[in-house]
């Protein structure tokens, strides 16, 4: 017998168990999130403190 | 060979009689998915229909579309029916409802899943919807992200706040909240990074003020280590720090916090080449299981069709 869950709680879940294990996991998932915060100015030794990544040589800001 | 009986409820424009018309669908697609939902439920093997009392009716219940004329809408769902595992008798795990003149009102309802979670159905779900939204050509999804945790997961999950279409009473405060968030984990935020606290808090302060809904994608990607916030009046009502999954410190993502309990409305852009597409499609990439099989997509486009 088990608890009901809501889908979002779910989804949630086996997120943060995979990016515990690893946090570039969802590193794919994560780079429009990249792109936006490189526009908004950030750069990218602070993303990758943010986020806790580290940001593929390929993606990082030109220049 | 096994097959689960696929239901199609036809609710008539003047409502006082309901028709119901009943398809076929195999079961061999949709059998390693129930496999998955209840571990170690031995799936019966009959010949010809399983009726609703057979065994594999009785714990995954029906495959079901419904006509709704009035709202030009057609519903697709899964239903559970397994008493034995979660108490209730007709539990919808996922369900999604497309409106044949208005797909900007195309909406995914995804209720709950019983207890045994944790074997990918919900991503599996989420795989065959983009699947069958790429067959039937539509491209946005509405997403009502709320509760407890739908207001940081559909953000990870590739959901795009839609300013113009929030909650008037309640969306112009999720900034201010943002930012008052932000002061008060700014200590600690500080406390872990000496050196450059401040220059982070103001990076994060920018995204904050940014009028590009997209920045709201950083901000829930902030993966910085806090304490959660403690449930207050300055929080919204539904913030529910007791089901977070606590790291070995006690500690979560800062951008679980700043958005769990939040409530938005938005889209996931399912256009290809969109970075919440691209977003969506990288969470569930490793689910590929079809559970639509083509004589369910066939009967979906022609009521789609219904009377145009």
Known sequence: MGEIKSVENILYEDMARREALDPQYFYEAKLPAIKVAQEAGLSDAEIELAFNIKIRPEDKKPG | ?308
Request: proline letters at 7%; aromatic letters at 8%.
């Open chain 2, 1 to 308: 060979m096994a097959k689960l009986e696929l239901e199609i409820e036809h609710f008539p424009p003047d409502l006082k009689s309901t028709k119901r018309l009943f398809g076929r669908a195999d079961a061999k697609e949709v059998e390693p998915l129930i496999a998955a939902m209840i571990p170690g439920l031995s799936i019966e093997k009959t010949e010809g229909l399983l009726k609703p009392e057979s065994q594999l009716s009785k714990y995954f219940g029906f495959l079901q579309i419904s006509i709704y004329p009035l709202q030009q809408m057609v519903e697709a769902s899964f239903n559970t029916r397994n008493p034995a595992i979660h108490g209730l008798t007709d539990n919808n795990t996922f369900s999604f409802q497309l409106y044949k003149n208005d797909p900007s009102k195309d909406a995914l309802g995804m209720f709950a899943l019983p207890g045994n979670t944790g074997h990918g159905v919900a991503k599996v779900m989420l795989q065959n919807l983009v699947d069958l939204m790429d067959d039937l050509e539509r491209t946005k999804l509405t997403i009502k992200a709320g509760d407890e945790l739908g207001g940081y997961v559909w953000l990870r999950y590739g959901g795009l706040i839609d300013p113009s279409v929030q909650d008037k009473a309640k969306f112009p405060d999720l900034k201010k909240r943002l930012k008052e968030k932000i002061d008060l984990l700014a200590p600690q935020i500080i406390k872990m990074y000496p050196e450059n606290g401040l220059e982070i808090i103001d990076a994060i302060l920018k995204l904050i003020t940014s009028e590009d809904p997209q920045t709201f994608w950083a901000i829930a990607n902030i993966d910085i280590p806090v304490t959660p916030l403690e449930k207050s009046s300055a929080m919204p009502k539904s913030y529910t720090p007791s089901i977070f999954l606590l790291n070995e410190e006690g500690k979560v993502p800062l951008g679980l916090v700043m958005f769990a309990g939040e409530s938005w409305k938005g889209i996931i852009d399912l256009s290809r080449g969109s970075p919440s597409r691209a977003m969506l499609e990288c969470m569930i990439h490793d689910h590929k299981l079809k559970i639509f099989p083509k004589n369910v997509l066939t009967e979906l486009q022609e009521r789609l069709l219904w009377e145009r």
